[in-house]
């Protein structure tokens, strides 16, 4: 408990750190430009690196061999590339998801 | 009978944030349910939501929450997933700065939302703009702890399997990875960020292969800046 209520601490403390930087560093100075470009480039490699997180569990060689996933996130790219609707591709990926490992691949 | 200027901030204010608070509902909901499936009640989502308030790091704290991972891991793992919010800041020192005692809270509320509307904001004659982007941060901050209050609430009285649902997060993050395919016309620092994880897994296994693979991508994006970036440098520009 107390140790669940200081990761949340950490967490709350350094987002609102973060958000506080710009205005206290950046108010008068140039941003540099190296933090500028990582700015643009890192988002991507970083949401990229959380979707391998996401699916770090899934066993390929065994259980299910990643059907359940492999479905699932095909389901939610193709379905995003064709409608662009976050909550759509969001919810629709869920709901096919629950199904496949309640239902099918049981 | 004419709408009181105080009725038409209000209305003005909620119509911009229409559809984010369809999204922090869902989203939400998705979060408290996941939360409470780990053991935690609306109770905890409900001060996560007000005090971090960041969608992406709320799904991934779960899953920290849940390992008892270390405050270290904790504080790297916000770096990476927040970091961005750094450059949000950037477009509003000026205006923030301007609102006085409401400054603090709209650089604390500034998620990647709320950031999107401050920043297509155009407010009409005659309504206070500094009143009505306060009360955009406001009201998207309350959507989401209302979903995620809710998420939690439902996990704990519906009693139906919820297995699978900590899905809602990949498919999150599967989407914004879409999104940002789409909107990048080079796809270097999507596909380094993937491979790397993969060689990271493959090498470390899944415990502790996120942030050595955070920090190589971070090199490999310094060193190989020029097949990474979108933009030219500014010298570069400069000689052609």
Known sequence: MTHSILIIAVSALTTMAIRFFPFLVFG?????????????????AIMATLVVYCLKGVTLFSGNHGLPELIAVALVVVLHLWKKNTLLSIGTGTIAYMLLVQVIFV | MKKSQYTKEYLFAFKQTIPILLGYIFLGIAFGLMLQDAGYNFVWAFFMSIFVYAGSMQFMLVTLLAGAQSLMNTFVMTLFINGRHLFYGLSFIEKFREMGKAFPYMAFSLTDETYSVLCSLKVPEGLNEKKISFLISLFDHIYWITGSVLGALIGQWLSFDSTGVDFSMTALFVVIVVNQWLENKKHFST??????????????????????????????????????DDKPREEEKAKA
């Not at chain 2, 996120?210 to 190989?224: D, G, K, M, Q, Y």
């Open chain 1, 28 to 44: 008068k100075r140039k941003v540099p430009e190296i933090v500028q470009y990582l700015g643009r480039v890192l988002p991507c």
């Open chain 2, 191 to 228: 596909l380094t960020g993937f491979l790397t994880a993969l060689l990271a897994l493959a090498l470390l296994g899944p415990d502790s292969f996120l942030l050595p693979a955070l920090a190589c991508s971070t090199i490999l994006l310094i060193v190989f800046r020029k097949q990474a």
